[in-house]
């Protein structure tokens, strides 16, 4: 089975929920650690696979890859996940 860069996006996103999953369970192993590594942490793991996955889901449209409601659906998803914890790291810290 061969996914479609749409399909990609979603999955993008889907690790991105995973791994939101997994920095709050494990937030207190993070006590230690200093306010930049910690907001280092969180781009890597939260806004950089979901602004990569949204960048995918525009490729795809680009491209008429014929799933255009999923590429769509991924786009918005994969944009406002990013740009939610993009503001909580610029404004909350």
Request: net charge positive; no cysteine; proline share 1%.
């Amino acid at each position: 089975m061969k996914l479609n860069l749409a399909g990609k996006s979603l999955l993008l996103f889907g690790l991105s929920i995973v791994f939101l999953i997994a920095l709050t369970l494990f937030e207190s192993a993070l006590t230690g650690t200093s306010l930049g590594m910690e907001r280092l942490i969180t781009f890597l793991l939260l806004i950089l696979p979901s602004g990569a996955g949204a960048m995918l889901g525009v490729m795809s449209l680009f491209r008429k890859e014929g799933r255009a409601l999923i590429a769509f659906l991924a786009i918005m998803l994969n944009t406002l996940f990013a740009l939610f914890h993009l503001t909580i790291l610029l404004f909350a810290g």
